[in-house]
C-alpha cells in the first residue's frame, strides 16, 4: 500500500501563490494516475487535477490557468503549483493514487486564503 505524504499548504492572501507537495513512498509508475483533489468545510470533495509520469494531465475548470501539477519522478514527488489564490480556494487538500480503479489517499494539507 503506498503512502501519500501531502506537505505546503498554509495562509496566505488573495492573489498569493503556493506550492503542495506529495511525497509517495515508492516510484511512480506509469500506470499510476497522481491527483489532487480538495474539500471545503461542508462540501464534498472535488478534483483539482491530475497526471500520468507520461504527461498526461487534466484538471478542473476553476483550476485551469492558475494550478499546475506535475510530477518529479527521482523524488517520487507530485507538485500542486496554486497561483492567484481566491477565498474560495480554501479547503484540505489531498494528494491521490489510483492504480488498477482504487484509489489510496494522503492525509492532506490545509490551504487558507485569507486577508
Known amino acids: 500500500q503506498v503512502q501519500l505524504v501531502e506537505s505546503g499548504g498554509g495562509l496566505v492572501q488573495p492573489g498569493g501563490s503556493l506550492r503542495l507537495s506529495c511525497v509517495a513512498s515508492e516510484t511512480i509508475y506509469s500506470n499510476w494516475i497522481m491527483g489532487w483533489y480538495r474539500q471545503a468545510p461542508g462540501k464534498q470533495r472535488e478534483l483539482v487535477a491530475t497526471a500520468t509520469i507520461g504527461g498526461i494531465t487534466t484538471s478542473a475548470d476553476f483550476a485551469k490557468g492558475r494550478f499546475t501539477i506535475s510530477i518529479d519522478n527521482p523524488k517520487n514527488t507530485v507538485y500542486l503549483q496554486m497561483n492567484s489564490l481566491k477565498f474560495e480556494d480554501t479547503a484540505l487538500y489531498y494528494c491521490?493514487?489510483?492504480?488498477?480503479?482504487?484509489?489510496?489517499w494522503g492525509q492532506g494539507t490545509q490551504v487558507t486564503v485569507s486577508s
Open positions: 491521490s493514487r489510483t492504480y488498477r480503479g482504487m484509489t489510496s
